[in-house]
């Protein structure tokens, strides 16, 4: 069975630093894209950026570009997601997603459950 | 605001069809497939239709999708009260090199 764990709620400070996880298992972790998508409170889903755990090879959505980091290390078959200095607007829920195909613009056939992450001072 | 435009909100009652749409432009869903997402209530999307039509194993066949040019439908017959969601198209955009998210449908049974 395909499994994405997405590490727990993360309550953080406007200027700190994170680092959430997203850990795999069922499926070869080095052949599919993971993704990352941020869901404001109340708000739709917007694409963040995609990875290819094989080769790190990754894309960021002009939005975030600079502003995240997306990495995986495959000796644990766990993506993650980075921010060097928080902003309140960062409070949201991220969610990880596997693409259903080995190419980057398969669609995302698993998810995990999210993690929820507040900045507030 | 969403480069994939989808109605905000759609309603209708018990045993009824109704239909989502989104529209885009050619450098995604002219070019690229598109896939549909169910969100429940507190609950992460799940993939409900991808490759413009196709349903991944599990999903009932209520559900429908269809692409023409620019444009993609969901159609969902024999509405169900658990159908109350919030539904998202979404397509790889080829300008972007990069997906789109419709703005999502918050469907009322």
């Known amino acids: 069975e395909v499994q994405l764990v997405q590490s727990g709620v993360e309550v953080r400070k406007p200027g700190e630093s994170l680092k959430i996880s997203c850990k795999t298992s069922?499926?070869?972790?080095?052949?599919?894209?993971i993704a990352w998508v941020r869901q404001m409170p109340g708000k739709g889903l917007e694409w963040m950026g995609i990875?290819?755990?094989?080769?790190?090879?990754?894309r960021y959505s002009p939005s975030f570009q600079g502003q995240v980091t997306i990495s995986a290390d495959k000796t644990i078959s766990t993506a993650y997601l980075q921010w060097r200095s928080l902003k309140a607007s960062d409070t949201a829920m991220y969610y990880c997603?596997?693409?259903?195909?080995?190419?980057?613009?398969?669609?995302?056939?698993?998810w995990g459950r999210g993690t929820l992450v507040t900045v507030s001072s | 605001q969403s480069v994939l435009t989808q109605p905000p909100s759609a309603s209708g009652t018990p045993g009824q069809r109704v239909t989502i749409s989104c529209s885009g432009s050619?450098?995604?869903?002219?070019?690229?497939?598109v896939y549909w997402y169910q969100q429940l209530p507190g609950t992460a999307p799940k993939l409900l239709i991808y490759?413009?039509?196709r349903r991944p194993s599990g999903v009932p066949d209520r559900f429908s999708g269809s692409k023409s040019g620019t444009s993609a439908s969901l159609a969902i017959s024999g509405l169900r009260s658990d159908d109350e969601a919030d539904y998202y198209c979404a397509a790889w955009d080829d300008s972007l090199s990069g997906w789109m998210f419709g703005g999502g449908t918050r469907l009322t049974v």
């Open positions: 069922g499926y070869s972790f080095t052949s599919y894209w």
């Open positions: 490759r413009n039509n």
């Open positions: 997603a596997k693409t259903y195909s080995g190419s980057s613009n398969g669609g995302f056939d698993s």
């Open positions: 990875i290819n755990p094989g080769d790190s090879d990754s």
């Open positions: 050619s450098s995604n869903i002219g070019s690229n497939y």
